[in-house]
C-alpha cells in the first residue's frame, strides 16, 4: 500500500483536515453570533490552509539511476561532508529550503526500502541557516536502493515549523517520488547521496519534489 492509497490525499493533504475544519469553524461562529470580523478571519485561513496543504501530482522521471528532489524549493546548499551518525563516511549533500509558500509535501529520492528513522528534538532556528542541520529538530530517513546504495534523507523544522509529520515506517518499499511526510510551515530538507554521485543542481537553482532530477548514479 503506498502512502497516497493510506492517506487518501487528492488535492488537500490529510493533515490540513484539522486546520481547515477550525477555519470553517470561524466562519461558522461568526456568521452565527453576526461577527463579520471572525468570518473573514476564517475565510483568510481557509484559504492559506487549503494553499499550503496543497498536494499536487507530479510526474515522476522514469528513466534509471536519476535521483529526484524530495522537496519543492531553492536549494541552499551543495557540499561534500562526512556523515557519521548513518551513512558512515564521506557523502554528497544536497540542501533544499521551503518557504511558507512551497508545496510541503516530501516525496523519496529513488526507490528502495526504509531501513532506518529517528526523530531528534532540538530548536526551531532559521532553516536555510547552514547550523540549522546540527541544531534544529528533524527526522531523518535512510534509504537502501538499487545496488545496495544508501540515501538518507533529514526533513529539518524552521523557524515557523513546529511539527514534522512521517507518512512511512521503518520497513516500507517506496517507490521514486512517493510521498514520504510533511512538516507544517517553512522548513528544510538535506539529502545525503553516495560520494560518486552526478549532482545535477547548484545552490540557487528551483526545484520540485518527485519531478526535478537532482543527481544520478555514476
Not at 485561513?45 to 515522476?60: C, N, Q, T, V
Request: hydrophobic share 45%; charged share 20%; glycine share 10%.
Amino acid at each position: 500500500m503506498t502512502s497516497k492509497e493510506k492517506y487518501g490525499w487528492n488535492f488537500i493533504a490529510a493533515p490540513g483536515y484539522s486546520f481547515l475544519a477550525s477555519s470553517l469553524l470561524l466562519i461558522f461562529i461568526g456568521w452565527l453570533f453576526g461577527w463579520p470580523w471572525l468570518t473573514v478571519l476564517g475565510l483568510v485561513g481557509a484559504g492559506f490552509f487549503s494553499y499550503f496543504f496543497r498536494d499536487p501530482e507530479r510526474p515522476i522521471p522514469p528513466e534509471p539511476g536519476v535521483v529526484v528532489s524530495p522537496a519543492d524549493g531553492k536549494v541552499v546548499l551543495v557540499d561534500e561532508v562526512q556523515e557519521s551518525e548513518f551513512l558512515h563516511g564521506a557523502a554528497r549533500r544536497v540542501a533544499v529550503f521551503m518557504n511558507v509558500f512551497d508545496v510541503h509535501v516530501n516525496r523519496s529520492p529513488v526507490a528502495g526500502v526504509v531501513t532506518e528513522m529517528r526523530h531528534r528534538a532540538g530548536e526551531y532556528k532559521a532553516a536555510f541557516r547552514q547550523d540549522a542541520a546540527l541544531r534544529n529538530e528533524q527526522q531523518a530517513l535512510v534509504l537502501e536502493g538499487e545496488a545496495g546504495r544508501r540515501v538518507l534523507m533529514v526533513q529539518i523544522a524552521g523557524l515557523l515549523a513546529r511539527r514534522i509529520i512521517p507518512f512511512v515506517k521503518p520497513g516500507q518499499e517506496l517507490a521514486r517520488g512517493e510521498r514520504v511526510g510533511m512538516i507544517c510551515f517553512g522548513s528544510r530538507v538535506d539529502l545525503y547521496l553516495p560520494p560518486e554521485s552526478d549532482i545535477q543542481v547548484q545552490v540557487g537553482d528551483r526545484v520540485k519534489s518527485g519531478s526535478s532530477i537532482i543527481g544520478r548514479w555514476t
